[in-house]
């Protein structure tokens, strides 16, 4: 059963505002040219118009924040990639409610912050920054983490020195980082306010698409079944929450909560961009094609050595996470952020024996990949 849910999630909406107004203007239509060109896909005349009111918002956002833009650049200031609008921001404040935040204002997370042990911030910044950017099924934290294991996560983040420096640094005071934070969300979502009823009436039409796109299937099983292999998920039939994302427009995607698979429960966040126009079938389909832009993608994924060695381990045999980072010498937080990685780009596939989640290489992929390669440098 989908669970659908329309109203604004003002909490990760707010810093996804922010984050884009730190980019260079106009930020938002170019970005969603720039992924409908990624994806093939030619947006109709519905998809223009949502495009046009988040640029909307983002005018009215820019001339908000006009004189604080050298503090949005510290805090929201990030690589923009894969569908993806995040920032160390993200971190700061969303620690703490990963899975809780959907229903909160803003307000409502500057008083759980302010209430939240420090042990319980330092355990949830920790887990925040092992998923960064990304969802994760492998091992939780212990809840005993300490600020040490905190800077090993960090400087296992596939970021700049300098950029991991200063996360640190923001980990360290983040008690008055928060409050400058938050205030600037306060103020992102007093402008998001003014437009709800023009979000959520698009809201209404990509559930309408949906439901008429999955008669009845979990949305979960949609995903998996169109991009991992026809794996199921044992809990996928438990149905999931499904959250409409305004100003991430073009995600889609799901992370699991819970100590085992039989009792977790699924979230799937769903951009408002998505209708006929621009439906999911043909996204699972282009991104499952080979394109320059994926070719290189995946060549940088296969420079890294821990990643060529999960590919190389798994194409025979598939390995869940603590297997891998036995075999491999890793901890299993950093196995689950290169498996992640690999399964973002289709080079993992997903196996399920008894509890467990196994990885497996995708052998169709790398074929994929070896004969671009041949057409396109060798002409063969």
Do not use: W
């Not at 991009?227 to 994302?245: C, M, Q, R, T, V």
């Amino acid at each position: 059963m989908n669970r659908f849910h329309l109203e604004i999630q003002y909490v990760p909406e707010s810093v996804t505002l922010l984050n884009v107004v730190a980019q260079p203007a106009p930020f938002m239509t170019n970005y969603m040219n720039r992924m409908a060109a990624r994806y093939g896909m030619t947006p109709d005349e519905r998809a223009h118009k949502v495009v046009d009111l988040l640029q909307e918002i983002e005018d009215a956002a820019r001339a908000e924040f006009a004189k604080d833009m050298e503090t949005l650049k510290f805090y929201c200031d990030s690589e923009i990639d894969n569908g993806k609008i995040d920032s160390f921001a993200n971190i700061i404040v969303l620690s703490g409610g990963v899975c809780d935040h959907h229903h909160r204002t803003v307000e409502e997370q500057a008083e759980y912050l302010e209430q939240l042990p420090e042990q319980d911030y330092i355990t949830s910044f920790y887990e925040i920054v092992k998923a960064y950017g990304a969802s994760t099924t492998d091992d939780s934290s212990t809840g005993k983490e300490t600020i040490t294991d905190v800077f090993d996560m960090i400087v296992q983040m596939n970021e700049s020195d300098a950029r991991k420096l200063q996360l640190q640094q923001l980990f360290l005071h983040h008690k008055e980082h928060e409050k400058t934070v938050l205030g600037l969300m306060l103020r992102a979502q007093k402008i998001l306010k003014k437009y709800e009823k023009k979000l959520r009436t698009f809201g209404e039409e990509v559930i309408a698409y949906i439901e008429g796109e999955l008669q009845g299937q979990s949305l979960v099983d949609f995903i998996v079944q169109n991009y991992y292999n026809d794996f199921k998920l044992p809990i996928a039939e438990k149905g999931s929450d499904i959250y409409i994302s305004y100003m991430k427009a073009n995600t889609m995607g799901f992370f699991i909560h819970g100590e085992t698979l039989e009792t977790s429960g699924i979230v799937c966040i769903l951009g408002v961009i998505f209708s006929e126009g621009m439906n999911l079938r043909m996204l699972m389909s282009q991104r499952a094609s080979i394109t320059e832009e994926k070719a290189l993608a995946m060549l940088k994924l296969l420079a890294d050595k821990s990643k060529f060695q999960i590919l190389s381990a798994t194409i025979d045999t598939p390995a869940y996470g603590s297997e891998l980072a036995n075999m491999l010498g890793l901890t299993t937080a950093t196995i689950s952020h290169h498996t992640t990685a690999l399964l973002d780009q289709n080079l993992l596939s997903l196996d399920k024996v008894d509890t467990k989640i196994y990885y497996r290489t995708n052998p169709e992929m790398i074929r994929a990949l070896i004969r671009y390669l041949q057409e396109n440098l060798l002409h063969e």
